[in-house]
T-cell receptor, first 110, second 113 residues
Framework: NAGVTQTPKFRVLKTGQSMTLLCAQD?????MYWYRQDPGMGLRLIHY???????AKGEVPDGYNVSRLKKQNFLLGLESAAPSQTSVYFC?????????FGSGTRLTVV | DQQVKQNSPSLSVQEGRISILNCDYT??????FLWYKKYPAEGPTFLIS?????DKNEDGRFTVFLNKSAKHLSLHIVPSQPGDSAVYFC????????????FGKGTRLSVIA
C-alpha cells in the first residue's frame, strides 16, 4: 500500500521550461490537493480537486494548471517555469480525519 | 490576511520538559483543527486533531487544547523527546463544509538532550 506517491522527487528547470508533477494515490481519496512550501511561508494551497474531472483554485494558483482525469492521479503542470516557482511541492489526499501527504517534489527553477 | 497564525517560528526545550506550541485563528467558520509534524525531506504527517465541539484531545504524550472564545489552540508535548524535534504545523478547516485545510507557517521545535 503505497499511499500518496509523488514523482519526480527532485527537478531542476530552466526559466520558461514546462513540466508536470504527478501525484498518484491508492487510498481511494475523493479529495486531492497540491500545496507548496516555502521558507517562512508554511503550506499554501495551489489547486485542489473534489473528485474525478473536477478542479478548483486555491490560494496561489497563478502559473499552475491541474488535471484530474482519473481518480487516482492528480497532475500539477507548470507551463512556463519562473524562478518564483522554486519550492517544495506536496500533494495530499483527504481521508476521514485528515490529509495524507506525499513525500514532496523539490523543484528549482534557474 | 493570515487565517491561521503560528507566531513563534522556533522553540527550544530541554528533554523531559513540556513543549507548548501555540496557534491562533481568525475564521469563526473553522470547526476542525489539526497538528502536523514535518521532518526534513519528508511530507507532513498527521499528529493529532480536535473538533470544535471539544476543548481537549489527548493521544499519549500529545494533547491539544482548544479555546474557541479566544480562537486559540495549543499543542502540549509531555515529556519532550529529542525525536520530537521537527517543524509543527497548525491547520484548520470548515471540515464539515469540505473546505481545504489552511496551514500556519509552522514552528520549529528543538528538543535538547
Amino acid at each position: 500500500n503505497a499511499g500518496v506517491t509523488q514523482t519526480p522527487k527532485f527537478r531542476v528547470l530552466k526559466t520558461g521550461q514546462s513540466m508536470t508533477l504527478l501525484c498518484a494515490q491508492d487510498m481511494n481519496h475523493e479529495y486531492m490537493y497540491w500545496y507548496r512550501q516555502d521558507p517562512g511561508m508554511g503550506l499554501r494551497l495551489i489547486h485542489y480537486s473534489v473528485g474525478e474531472g473536477t478542479t478548483a483554485k486555491g490560494e496561489v494558483p497563478d502559473g499552475y494548471n491541474v488535471s484530474r482525469l482519473k481518480k487516482q492521479n492528480f497532475l500539477l503542470g507548470l507551463e512556463s517555469a519562473a524562478p518564483s516557482q522554486t519550492s517544495v511541492y506536496f500533494c495530499a489526499g483527504r481521508s476521514g480525519d485528515g490529509y495524507t501527504f506525499g513525500s514532496g517534489t523539490r523543484l528549482t527553477v534557474v | 490576511d493570515q487565517q491561521v497564525k503560528q507566531n513563534s517560528p522556533s522553540l527550544s526545550v530541554q528533554e523531559g520538559r513540556i513543549s507548548i506550541l501555540n496557534c491562533d485563528y481568525t475564521n469563526s467558520m473553522f470547526d476542525y483543527f489539526l497538528w502536523y509534524k514535518k521532518y526534513p525531506a519528508e511530507g507532513p504527517t498527521f499528529l493529532i486533531s480536535i473538533s470544535s465541539i471539544k476543548d481537549k484531545n489527548e493521544d499519549g504524550r500529545f494533547t491539544v487544547f482548544l479555546n474557541k472564545s479566544a480562537k486559540h489552540l495549543s499543542l502540549h508535548i509531555v515529556p519532550s523527546q529529542p525525536g520530537d524535534s521537527a517543524v509543527y504545523f497548525c491547520a484548520a478547516s470548515a471540515w464539515s463544509g469540505n473546505t481545504p485545510l489552511v496551514f500556519g507557517k509552522g514552528t520549529r521545535l528543538s528538543v535538547i538532550a
